[in-house]
């Protein structure tokens, strides 16, 4: 069975850093595409960035490009987010997913429901 489990939250400083990982087990290659998302209390999902095993493509949403960067450990099986510069509007619980119909983030980029496997999120609380 696929699973992904994100982990690495924590409560940091505003203008502080973390580093979000998600562990990917059950696919039998790297023909998928790992997405970051968010969800704030009482806000809609937000997609954040994606990574592609395929063509190791990456894609970033307006509102963390520069802040945040996502990387793989293929041989880990593992993808980041490190985060820095946050602020108390990052606060939230991140989750990462993966696609595989789409595995490539030029065309899936953060769109949610085009993923199809998600993982339990971690909270990352920003304090001011």
């Known amino acids: 069975d696929v699973q992904l489990q994100a982990s690495g939250g924590g409560l940091v400083q505003v203008g502080g850093s973390l580093r979000l990982s998600c562990a990917v087990s059950?696919?039998?290659?790297?023909?998928?595409?790992i997405g970051w998302f968010r969800q704030a209390p009482g806000k809609p999902r937000e997609g954040l960035s994606c990574?592609?095993?395929?063509?190791?493509?990456?894609y970033y949403a307006d509102s963390v490009k520069g802040r945040f960067t996502i990387s793989s450990d293929s041989a880990k099986k593992m993808v980041y987010l490190q985060m820095n510069n946050l602020k108390p509007e990052d606060t939230a619980v991140y989750f990462c997913?993966?696609?595989?119909?789409?595995?490539?983030?030029?065309?899936?980029?953060?769109?949610?429901?085009?993923?199809?496997?998600w993982g339990q999120g971690t909270q990352v609380t920003v304090s001011s």
């Open positions: 997913a993966a696609d595989v119909d789409l595995p490539t983030c030029v065309l899936l980029k953060v769109s949610a429901s085009k993923y199809d496997y």
């Open positions: 059950g696919f039998r290659n790297d023909n998928y595409a």
């Open positions: 990574y592609s095993g395929v063509d190791s493509t990456t």
